[in-house]
């Protein structure tokens, strides 16, 4: 009747989560830095996902478990006495670019062409299947454009192989996109399925800078069929994000993300249901809610340090939100949203909230 | 740039404005029962409101001071190191039925006529005044039907004047309404209010059972006209709610919360804005946000027990809040809200909601 929750990680994600358990009225513990912007907001045990023991301590006080993170030890998920979702074969998926392209070549998605990269060899063999640019990325535990670098030419691909340690990489072809798509699908236990409008992103030195969610993308239904044919091969419940380059019109899979996403964030005020609502009513077994756009949506992240929030939210249709962390260059610290009834309002009011961010560390 | 917010109280007003607080990440303490709702979200200071010495040196830790109830001893939000909104006097106004009439009066707001009743002979003259039946009213700390006894013949005044205590009362003459209604109004510091669209209230054995938000009510602009006008007298900061009476298509005043209210929980999934959401911004000095609704809304309150949330949640367009109180006859434990696109839609979702709730203690 009234399960306790338990998230693994304790970042401005589970914060998120956390608050949406909070509204539900649902008890909620978390796992991870006891000065995390979560552990803020809700009891949490400290204790690193890496450390099989902590975790499994932690399942005990809990019902249902799921995770603010893919960087968690999946071995440590299995013989818990609670169920975990996402299911832990599908963050283990998300935790391997290898066997993250694996999925969807055998699902049919195209992605960019790859070879994996473990030895000097390979790391040949890439160059010659992929030519210049490639990017090399580590198979495991890169996230925001860390662990990867572009190769440009033949001398630089040795170099960017010792710099990234030499652990087992992936050579990826450049994609020369358009744009970057992401689609996020909640996936209960029972019941439909539901996508969001899906979210256009635009990078700024690698790290995400912006998003907006305009009304009938062309691109919505593939993306959300493309959204629930991984789904459906993961036995997926919980918000699943793909992230997706769109090249000539049709998407080309990058990456699969077993959480709620930095590109969803716009959902708080700009859907119907959140990401993060609906992430914990699916890992419930609670229906999941509509996911429909309210307006036309654009999400900012605030990196290093937080503007003044009677700034933002003198912008008409701003929203504010911080992590209650503290400053450090590059950091994600908060974000915010701004609604619009149409899509020039929505540019004219993205761009004094940019201008009200400004150039930020 | 990182105030810290204090709020007295730590029920599930408190437990709400809380959440809204950790969403913009402004640091906040609330000051109650360590059990309370609220306490299970955030940083809970163990203290009465009715003791000065707890408050002062609860403030002592905050950078600006707030309510979620009126039931607070307001000689103690004098010379606090912080500033304190809603007005330490408009709180005041609403702790007394008497002072809270004479302020309508003052304004020109209609209001049934009353009468206060502090003696055997008073309650006589109230008698003579407003003929039965009328209503005998604790004139200070009654909420939600308590502390009022309706008078229907002359044998029964003073018997209900002993059963109040012979407390200091205020005898109103009975309103025979056709709707209730409520009106908020959100003020900030500087800059413009916003008023939410009205929420027509049904009372069940005197406690708010559920209310509609429905489009284009005949009586907004009348209903906003007349919360201005108190927000004005008042000096008000913050969200202050005023229930009135329709009676013949015409508003009658009946009181005053200087604070978020029962018929503003829709407005958490209804409005572009909720009610916890612009009254935090509000006394934190921020702008508030736009009061729009974003479709036709009902909230139910949830009394006694939580209903399965998933049984809600199978509605369309429904949403679930729960407190994290313990199950007690007659207590509110949480509320539900309905969204539709048309009231007839409503209607048809508020009825399966009515039906999933089912008779509550």
Request: charged content about 20%; hydrophobic content about 45%.
């Given at each position: 009747?009234?399960?306790?929750?338990?998230?693994?990680?304790?970042?401005?994600?589970?914060?998120?989560l956390?608050?949406?358990?909070?509204?539900?009225?649902?008890?909620?513990?978390l796992?991870?830095?006891?000065?995390?912007?979560?552990?803020q907001?809700?009891?949490?045990?400290?204790?690193?996902?890496?450390?099989?023991?902590?975790?499994?301590?932690f399942?005990?006080?809990?019902?249902?478990?799921?995770?603010?993170t893919?960087?968690?030890?999946?071995?440590?998920?299995?013989?818990?006495?609670?169920?975990?979702?996402?299911?832990?074969?599908?963050?283990?998926?998300?935790?391997?670019?290898?066997?993250?392209?694996?999925?969807?070549?055998?699902l049919g998605?195209?992605?960019?062409?790859?070879?994996?990269?473990?030895?000097?060899e390979?790391?040949?063999?890439?160059?010659?299947a992929?030519g210049?640019?490639?990017?090399l990325?580590?198979?495991?535990?890169?996230?925001?454009?860390?662990?990867?670098?572009?190769?440009?030419?033949?001398?630089?691909?040795?170099?960017?192989?010792?710099?990234?340690?030499?652990?087992?990489?992936?050579?990826?072809?450049?994609v020369?996109f358009?744009?970057?798509?992401?689609?996020?699908?909640?996936?209960?236990?029972?019941?439909?399925?539901?996508?969001?409008?899906?979210?256009?992103?635009?990078?700024?030195?690698g790290?995400?800078?912006?998003?907006?969610?305009?009304?009938?993308?062309?691109?919505?239904?593939?993306?959300?069929?493309?959204?629930n044919?991984?789904?459906?091969?993961?036995?997926?419940?919980?918000?699943?994000?793909?992230?997706?380059?769109?090249?000539g019109?049709?998407?080309?899979?990058?990456?699969?993300?077993p959480?709620?996403?930095n590109?969803?964030?716009?959902?708080?005020?700009?859907?119907?249901?959140?990401?993060?609502?609906?992430h914990?009513?699916?890992?419930l077994?609670?229906?999941?809610?509509?996911?429909?756009?309210v307006?036309?949506?654009?999400?900012?992240?605030?990196?290093g340090?937080?503007?003044?929030?009677?700034d933002?939210?003198a912008?008409?249709?701003?929203?504010f939100h911080?992590?209650?962390?503290?400053?450090?260059?590059?950091?994600?610290?908060?974000?915010?949203?701004?609604?619009?009834?149409?899509?020039?309002?929505?540019?004219?009011?993205?761009?004094?909230?940019?201008?009200?961010?400004?150039?930020?560390?």
């Amino acid at each position: 009747m009234n399960p306790v929750l338990g998230i693994l990680g304790a970042g401005q994600l589970g914060r998120m989560l956390a608050l949406e358990a909070h509204a539900l009225g649902v008890p909620v513990r978390l796992l991870g830095e006891p000065d995390g912007s979560g552990a803020q907001v809700a009891a949490t045990a400290e204790g690193s996902l890496d450390d099989a023991d902590a975790i499994k301590r932690f399942a005990r006080g809990c019902d249902v478990l799921t995770v603010e993170t893919e960087n968690v030890r999946v071995d440590a998920l299995v013989d818990l006495p609670c169920p975990v979702w996402p299911p832990p074969a599908a963050i283990e998926a998300s935790q391997d670019r290898v066997n993250e392209k694996r999925l969807f070549d055998r699902l049919g998605i195209p992605t960019a062409p790859w070879v994996p990269v473990a030895s000097d060899e390979e790391l040949a063999g890439a160059v010659e299947a992929l030519g210049f640019p490639f990017v090399l990325k580590k198979r495991r535990s890169g996230f925001d454009g860390r662990g990867q670098v572009v190769v440009k030419a033949r001398n630089e691909a040795v170099p960017a192989f010792r710099l990234l340690g030499e652990v087992p990489c992936i050579a990826e072809g450049f994609v020369r996109f358009d744009a970057e798509l992401s689609v996020l699908v909640a996936c209960p236990v029972r019941g439909a399925r539901r996508v969001w409008p899906v979210a256009r992103n635009v990078h700024y030195v690698g790290q995400l800078d912006y998003c907006t969610v305009l009304p009938n993308d062309p691109l919505q239904a593939e993306a959300a069929a493309l959204g629930n044919r991984v789904a459906d091969a993961l036995g997926y419940v919980g918000v699943l994000t793909v992230e997706t380059f769109v090249r000539g019109g049709a998407l080309v899979a990058n990456e699969i993300a077993p959480r709620v996403h930095n590109s969803g964030h716009w959902s708080i005020e700009g859907a119907v249901t959140s990401q993060f609502a609906n992430h914990v009513r699916a890992v419930l077994g609670l229906p999941v809610g509509p996911t429909d756009a309210v307006a036309c949506a654009a999400t900012v992240n605030l990196l290093g340090s937080l503007p003044a929030r009677g700034d933002v939210l003198a912008i008409p249709g701003a929203f504010f939100h911080g992590y209650g962390k503290s400053d450090r260059p590059g950091r994600k610290v908060g974000h915010a949203t701004v609604l619009a009834p149409s899509v020039p309002r929505l540019h004219e009011r993205l761009d004094r909230l940019r201008q009200v961010v400004g150039p930020r560390g």
